[in-house]
């Protein structure tokens, strides 16, 4: 059974720190490209803010360009992201998201989608 499962959200304060774990099941890490997607409250999913390919190349988007990394353990099966100096509107559900083609992933196309996680930023 293919599964992702996200894991670390939390509360935080602005300018804190989180981890974000995805951990695959199911399927090899190492054939796909990976992807961190969110999702505000009342809002529309946001395209990809990062992503990883199988190749090592890595995609940011402004929003996040120097405060958040994406990173992979293929040997565990695991995807990370990490977050630093967050912001209130970094507060959402944050999902992580695996596709066999890098570009079509940075489009916002999936083959598979964990269920996702809540972060908060908020005094």
Not at 55 to 67: F, I, L, N, P, Q
Not at 84 to 110: I, Q, W
């Amino acid at each position: 059974q293919v599964q992702l499962v996200e894991s670390g959200g939390g509360l935080v304060q602005p300018g804190g720190s989180l981890r974000l774990s995805c951990a695959a099941s199911g399927f090899h890490l190492a054939d796909y490209a990976i992807g961190w997607f969110r999702q505000a409250p009342g809002k529309a999913r946001e395209k990809v803010p990062c992503s990883s390919s199988s190749e090592g190349d890595t995609y940011y988007a402004d929003s996040v360009k120097g405060r958040f990394t994406i990173s992979r353990d293929n040997a565990k099966n695991t995807v990370y992201l990490q977050m630093n100096s967050l912001k209130p509107e970094d507060t959402a559900v944050y999902y992580c998201a695996a596709h066999r083609s890098f570009r079509l992933l940075t489009m916002g196309f999936a083959d598979y989608w964990g269920q996702g996680t809540q972060v908060t930023v908020s005094l």
